[in-house]
């Protein structure tokens, strides 16, 4: 084959391969676009720059909190996550909690805010008394106090006792108030209703036991595909993210991922302490493998039909089922990326964890700089200060 032939032969291959990448670029654009409108339109905080806020957890009224006795009453006040009870139809057995020590109650103060401008209802898992005290009828005394009233540090002693107290504290609300739960970092903020949006379909669909946030960047790769943004379709990642997830507390292959993960927090060994998060994720891989065909992970077509149909399936409590875990859509519900948002506005952001980052301060950085309006943190916001602080 003479030069000119081939050079033609490889025109015409490079021609073929660009046409087919444009095209399927142009096919995953559309399928992108698709699945997003199958999505309710979640309303943005529209947030104000204000020196006081006012959060009401309604209602009050402790005399009817009887069902379960040692229940802590905080969690009660917040069972149905929503303040208006017909907003909360479908989460009437859920509950929302967050955990903060002294060093990070500024933390909590701002995600107070933004979670009490749509309207939610919480408690706080307070990591110390003062914390408790402070933050009143919201307030559940974690399983064990904390060692240090410090901002913590991730990969330190302290960091790794609070994270497996909260974890413990989430096990102990479960098994005493017969309650799901949704458990949210102080530092995960709430932009938008995450329960009117994917997570709340997931919820009601009641198909799973464990929904967790990806620990990923995605912007990271270059690839724009709907797949990239749902990195986890039918498998298993190695480690997901602790800082916001949904737990059932009908699950009891997730009640025993907890223990395990608390019988290694308590081990000595400094070889296999380690932080909640990736004990928690060792421990589910472990369980997983004894008995691999007991356990599924959601697919992206299996998200898009529960998103798509809204149904709920309020028969599947068969033990025979498999446990079913699955993850949120990065997209929607980004880690702590250093840039803004791709793609698309910047408001479409329903949830933002400003982790991947050592200290309250870069934090505090994250959220300033995540969106261009700055609403993700706001010092105004900070009106209380702890007593002896």
Not at 353 to 381: M, Q, T
Request: net charge positive; aromatic share 10%; proline share 5%.
């Amino acid at each position: 084959m003479d030069l000119s032939k081939a050079g033609k032969r490889i025109l015409s291959i490079v021609v073929v391969i660009t046409t087919a990448t444009v095209f399927c670029s142009r096919i995953d654009r559309e399928k992108t676009l698709r699945r997003r409108q199958l999505y309710l339109d979640p309303k943005s905080v529209d947030v104000k720059s204000v020196a006081e806020k006012v959060i009401d957890n309604a209602p009050k009224d402790l005399s009817k909190l009887n069902d379960h006795p040692e229940c802590p009453p905080a969690v009660e006040l917040a069972r149905g996550l929503y303040k208006d009870r017909k907003m909360g139809s479908p989460f009437q057995n859920v509950v929302l909690l967050t955990s903060s020590n002294d060093g990070y109650y500024d933390i909590l103060q701002n995600w107070e805010y933004l979670v009490g401008q749509l309207g939610l209802k919480w408690s706080v898992i307070a990591m110390n008394e003062r914390v408790y005290k402070a933050s009143g009828d919201r307030a559940v005394r974690s399983v064990a106090p904390a060692l240090s009233s410090k901002p913590s540090t991730f990969g330190k002693k302290a960091f790794n006792q609070i994270s497996c107290n909260k974890i413990q504290s989430v096990l102990d609300i479960m098994e005493k108030c017969d309650v799901d739960v949704v458990f949210s970092d102080p530092d995960n903020v709430f932009f938008s209703d995450p329960f009117r949006h994917e997570f709340g379909r997931l919820i009601e669909s009641n198909q799973f036991d464990y929904i967790y946030q990806p620990n990923v960047n995605i912007l990271k790769g270059t690839s724009r595909s709907i797949e990239s943004y749902f990195p986890f379709s039918g498998v298993f990642p190695k480690e997901g993210n602790t800082g916001f997830y949904y737990m059932s507390h009908k699950s009891d292959a997730m009640k025993q991922v907890i223990m395990d993960t608390m019988a290694e927090c308590a081990n000595p060994n400094p070889k296999s302490y380690g932080d909640d998060q990736t004990l928690f994720w060792n421990s589910l891989h472990a369980l997983r493998q004894k008995a691999s065909k007991k356990w599924k992970h959601c697919t992206l077509a299996e998200v898009d039909t529960i998103i798509g149909k809204g149904g709920v399936d309020q028969n599947n409590t068969s033990r025979d089922r498999p446990t079913q875990v699955c993850c949120l859509d990065p997209f929607y519900h980004p880690t702590g990326f250093d840039k803004r948002h791709p793609l698309f506005n910047y408001k479409e952001i329903v949830t933002y964890h400003a982790n991947y980052c050592f200290g309250k301060k870069a934090k505090i950085e994250k959220l300033i700089s995540v969106r261009p309006d700055g609403a993700g943190w706001d010092y105004s916001r900070v009106t209380k200060k702890l007593e002896g602080l």
